[in-house]
């Protein structure tokens, strides 16, 4: 498909659906954790969708070579994966999916942050620094904001949504700024499995048994991960990313908090008090102001 210069029909109905996805997931992860160690579980995931894509990638012909100046990224790249997702899963296991879903999509806050600072040409303006800094206070709102309870283990699994933010944050800079850019995006995401994956693994013995009685529902969460949300799910979004703009697409990441929100309480029956409700709303404010794309020039 031909590169486009806005997003059409397609392309809202396609992201709209993904960020359905996206939350969805969240709530996968939340029952696949009863069955499954939330670190093994992650592990076992990368392992797996790690053989997936590596099979799509020979299927094409395409080449798994190491290009030149790639290793030193490709393993940090990795190794930040495996961060996010230790800390998304184990958040998962300890707070509910509405705080999650608040808390761990202001991903592109954190990356608008970090690029101000580290990428030349995406200053923050006046209208993203304040939508940093609504997005900012809905964060704060979703931590200290204890209307639901849940005590130091969900504020544990706050903080921990928070660090999976921060780091899915560093794995965009780390796809943007470093010679990984130059590699396709296969390439990229081979890369965040193959290295996380034994790190996961090495690291779940660590953190109690790895089987939490598990049925067949929990297996199913686990084919759910492999096959539709890493090998299938984030293969689409980089291919919708390699036909619109970037600005477009990233518009639609408001949208994967506030199905959050919705299919937590329909699917989990997760209470959404008031803390929650506002801190969505700021949340969501700030994302669009964020990704609000530049005036164009007369």
Not at 78 to 100: K, P, Q, S
Not at 104 to 116: D, E, R, S, V
Not at 145 to 159: H, I, N, P, S, Y
């Amino acid at each position: 498909m031909p590169q486009k210069s806005q997003i059409d029909a397609f392309g809202a109905v396609s992201l709209t659906g993904f960020a359905l996805l996206l939350a969805f997931n969240q709530v996968v992860i939340k029952v696949t954790n009863e069955g499954l160690q939330p670190i093994f579980f992650a592990g076992l995931r990368s392992a797996l969708a790690a053989l997936c894509i590596y099979g799509w990638m020979r299927l094409r012909n395409l080449t798994v070579s190491l290009a030149p100046g790639t290793t030193g990224p490709g393993l940090l790249i990795g190794t930040l994966f495996a961060v996010e997702f230790l800390c998304l899963f184990v958040a998962l296991d300890y707070t509910t999916v509405t705080r999650v879903s608040v808390i761990f999509y202001t991903m592109p806050i954190w990356l608008a942050l970090a690029g101000h600072v580290l990428i030349a040409g995406e200053r923050l303006t006046r209208v993203k620094s304040v939508g940093l800094a609504l997005a900012f206070a809905g964060v704060v709102i979703a931590i200290l904001g204890r209307g639901d309870g849940g005590g130091q283990g969900a504020l544990l699994g706050d903080l921990l949504a928070l660090v999976a933010a921060m780091s899915w944050a560093g794995i965009a800079l780390c796809a943007r700024a470093t010679r990984l850019s130059t590699v396709r995006p296969e390439m990229q995401l081979l890369w965040q499995l193959t290295v996380s994956a034994p790190l996961l693994l090495l690291a779940a013995p660590l953190f109690g048994p790895l089987l939490r009685d598990p049925d067949a529902i929990h297996w199913a969460g686990l084919a759910f991960q492999v096959v539709v949300i890493v090998s299938a799910g984030f293969l689409f979004w980089l291919w919708l990313l390699s036909i619109y703009p970037a600005a477009s697409v990233a518009a639609f990441s408001f949208l994967s908090p506030v199905f959050g929100v919705g299919l937590g309480w329909a699917l989990l029956d997760e209470r959404v008090g008031w803390e929650i409700g506002v801190a969505l709303g700021l949340v969501v404010a700030g994302l669009i102001l964020v990704n609000r794309p530049p005036p164009r020039p007369a």
